[in-house]
């Protein structure tokens, strides 16, 4: 049985104040609930104080990308076990945002995701197509290629750490969202790869969640699908009333 997990994705969002003031409200409103499991991805300089902030719930803290050198000269990155040292469970890796403004590459998405579970950390992986590319009816090539790519040479004991985010890229914040259908779909096949690579026992096992437009009304038809075992949350995930919400999809 695949524990739900919804993770908000804060991006370029929220001062340290802000952060905590979100834990301080969402605690409060998701207080008791054990069966979803529940992130929050946040900017670097937030993560300390939000990892603090989430002492003693049932809020899991983590950044939103990460270097694979543990140190060194490479200015401006951070390495996983400073993400760790700053409280963090879990990390975001290969977000399309960043496949799109800053050069990350399936290389560098496995380099992160292989570094980051060294560290301990959980890595939440992201895979989805371009909408030119699934007018070409290309989805399923993409995402095959960003999951065989992002997690090559991984071993089934580290999958147990993976969590894939299909979030097809004309989907995020576009208020556009997959249909349930469009979304099992993919996910379907997602974890179809996952067999080929790692086997039917690790495939049942790895939460693949979705993500593109999740709002309050449109969770309960998306969390309803087989093979969609969470939400991985943009602009609904900013207010802690829209984003507990998502988290009480049961409700
Ligand atoms: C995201 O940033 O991962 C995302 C899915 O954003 P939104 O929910 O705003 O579409």
């Known amino acids: 049985m695949r524990k739900p997990y919804i993770c908000g994705n804060w991006k370029l969002n929220k001062t340290i104040a802000e952060a905590v003031d979100f834990v301080n409200t969402l605690k409060g409103e998701i207080a008791g609930i054990n069966d979803v499991e529940v ?23 983590g950044a939103e990308d990460c270097y694979w050198e543990e140190s060194g000269a490479f200015t401006g990155e951070v390495a996983p076990s400073m993400i760790k040292d700053a409280g963090c469970s879990f990390v975001i890796i290969g977000h399309s945002e960043r496949r799109q403004f800053f050069g990350e590459t399936n290389e560098t998405v496995n380099k ?23 007018k070409a009816g290309k989805a399923n090539d993409v995402v095959k290629d960003h999951i065989v790519g992002g997690l090559e040479g991984l071993s089934a004991e580290q999958m147990k ?44 096992a790895t939460r693949i969640q979705y993500g593109g437009s999740v709002k309050p009304d449109n969770v309960k038809e998306l969390m309803a699908c087989a093979d969609v075992d969470g939400a991985l949350v943009g602009g609904a995930a ?5 984003f507990a919400a998502l988290v009480k999809f049961k409700a």
């Open 39 to 61: 992130g929050i991805g946040a900017p670097f300089t937030c993560l300390s104080a939000l990892s603090d902030a989430c002492k003693g719930t049932n809020i899991a803290s």
């Open 112 to 134: 992160k995701v292989k570094a980051a579970l060294a560290a301990g950390l959980q890595a939440i992986v992201c895979v989805g197509e371009m909408l030119e590319e699934r």
């Open 161 to 204: 750490n993976v969590v894939i985010a299909y979030e097809p890229v004309w989907a995020i914040g576009t208020g556009e969202t997959a249909t349930p259908a469009q979304a099992q779909e993919i996910h379907a096949f997602a974890r179809s790869v996952l067999k080929d690579m790692f086997g039917e026992v690790v495939a049942e």
């Open 238 to 242: 900013l207010k802690p009333d829209s």
